[in-house]
């Protein structure tokens, strides 16, 4: 199943910007990052799962905010992507340089 991840760490101490920094790692090894604070993760209900938990015991639920939408294995329906960045296809073949 596809999931968008979104986040909103607060930034303006010290702690926050260490909070943001492992997010985005969490979330790297999860999926893509398709905006600055968001990712498109292709898993599976356990991966999910896991994802979740970690991030929830990172971010500080008085000050941070994290937003997971569920679009399902039917994901391709609901993505558009019009503008500058390329989008990408979670479950085609990745090229590194």
């Known amino acids: 199943m ?9 930034t ?3 702690d926050g910007k260490r909070r943001l ?12 990052r398709v905006q600055n604070s968001v990712f498109e993760c ?6 999910f799962k ?3 938990a970690r991030l929830v015991k990172v971010i500080d639920e008085e000050r941070d905010s994290l937003r997971f939408y569920l679009l399902g294995s ?3 329906r609901r993505v558009e992507h019009i503008g500058a960045k390329p989008g990408y296809d979670p ?3 990745l090229l590194f340089e």
Do not use: H
Request: charged fraction near 25%; proline fraction near 3%; aromatic fraction near 8%.
């Open 91 to 93: 479950e085609g073949l």
């Open 74 to 76: 039917k994901w391709k």
């Open 2 to 10: 596809l999931v968008l991840v979104t986040y909103d760490v607060e």
């Open 42 to 47: 292709l898993v599976d209900p356990v991966q």
């Open 12 to 14: 303006s101490t010290t």
């Open 21 to 32: 920094r492992e997010v985005a790692k969490i979330c790297v090894n999860y999926g893509q």
């Open 50 to 52: 896991q994802l979740k």
